[in-house]
């Protein structure tokens, strides 16, 4: 049963859970959601923005990296099975409310974006 110190934490998460979802779709859903929670910065879907900032800008340092012949292309084609199970795991703890870190990086994000 939930107690009554709970109800602010499960009324945060509702709030902010259709933010965060958006915020795992697509760089334009990430810039949405950005917009979306400047006003009222509800602290869930910060959370999973600051993960969602920090799978594109993985996707994009394998897309440079990708650029280097032979070892490139082959970090490349691991790294992007990498990041879309990372992708996938951050949009399911979004979508069942849970403020978990995305695997492998997540917590590195957390860090490198605690300003945002």
Do not use: C, R
């Not at 902010?16 to 979306?36: P, R, S």
């Not at 509800?42 to 800008?57: C, D, E, V």
Request: proline share 4%.
């Amino acid at each position: 049963m939930e107690s009554v110190k709970d109800t602010p934490k499960v009324t945060i998460v509702n709030e902010g859970k259709n933010i965060a979802v958006i915020a795992y779709i697509t760089i334009i859903g990430l810039i949405i959601a950005f917009v979306m929670n400047n006003e009222k910065k509800n602290p869930f879907a910060s959370y999973h923005i600051k993960q969602s900032l920090g799978l594109a800008l993985t996707g994009l340092a394998l897309g440079v990296i990708g650029m280097i012949p032979i070892l490139g292309w082959i970090i490349n084609i691991i790294g992007i099975f990498v990041l879309i199970y990372m992708w996938i795991m951050g949009l399911v703890n979004a979508i069942n409310g849970n403020e978990k870190p995305v695997p492998i990086l997540g917590n590195k994000y957390l860090e490198w974006f605690k300003n945002l």
